[in-house]
């Protein structure tokens, strides 16, 4: 099955841009799509597709795709932002899902 | 607004079943896919499988020889059971919705997790 890379850390400037990225080949057909997860709580997804939101979640928050990399991007980072974020696609050759390994984010 | 809840024991002893239960409130589990996900402790989410409500299942190949996911759509529920848990298998255990799609697939609602630790 496909697998999903993600930097394990990430560190950003409170009320400066952070982009979190997820690599895979799986991602140069279909969209990641990435979640929040704050300690002790259930993941909330924040952005899938091209680049949608679901509701409640802050328009900093935002998605591209080039090539075989997705990327998160937090514009304004927030002190509430610091959570660990996971991207998950459709895997290449199947109907399986594949997560990300995940990013931790920290704001400093 | 729709909303998952996990049920089932929090301890199980090595070689036997895990068992849990979501239920699903506020919407319909039918036309629906349903999913499991777990997440050792510190580490990260691991995609166990997924059914729809008319019974179809897909698996993660590591544990497709282990796992099986029902559907009680009369109880607007979804079980999961793992056979001949081992101390690898302790983790908070997660249902999600899954909306599959051709261009990609995503979880839009998560329980809020049970921890389950396989332990003598």
């Known amino acids: 099955s496909s697998e999903l890379t993600q930097d394990p850390a990430v560190s950003v400037a409170l009320g400066q841009t952070v982009r979190i990225t997820c690599q895979g080949d799986s991602l140069r057909s279909y969209y990641a799509s990435w979640y929040q997860q704050k300690p002790g709580q259930a993941p909330v997804l924040v952005i899938y597709g091209s680049n949608n939101r679901p509701s409640g979640i802050p328009d900093r928050f935002s998605g591209s795709s080039s090539g075989s990399t997705s990327s998160l991007t937090i514009t304004g980072a927030q002190a509430e932002d610091e959570a660990d974020y996971y991207c998950n696609s459709r895997d290449n050759s199947a109907n399986d899902v594949v997560f990300g390994g995940g990013t931790k984010l920290t704001v400093l | 607004q729709v909303q998952l809840q996990e049920s089932g024991p929090g301890l199980v002893k090595p070689s036997e079943t895990l068992s849990l239960t979501c239920t699903v409130s506020g919407g319909s589990i039918n036309s629906y896919y349903w999913s499991w996900i777990r997440q050792p402790p510190g580490k990260g989410l691991e995609w166990i499988g997924y059914?729809?409500?008319?019974?179809?299942?897909n698996f993660h190949p590591s544990l497709k020889s282990r796992v099986t996911i029902s559907t009680d759509t009369s109880k607007n529920q979804f079980s999961l059971k793992l056979y001949s848990v081992t101390t690898a298998d302790t983790a908070v255990y997660y249902c999600?919705?899954?909306?599959?799609?051709?261009?990609?697939?995503?979880?839009?609602?998560w329980g809020q997790g049970t921890l389950v630790t396989v332990s003598s």
């Open positions: 059914t729809y409500s008319s019974g179809s299942t």
């Open positions: 999600a919705r899954i909306r599959r799609e051709s261009s990609g697939y995503r979880f839009d609602y």
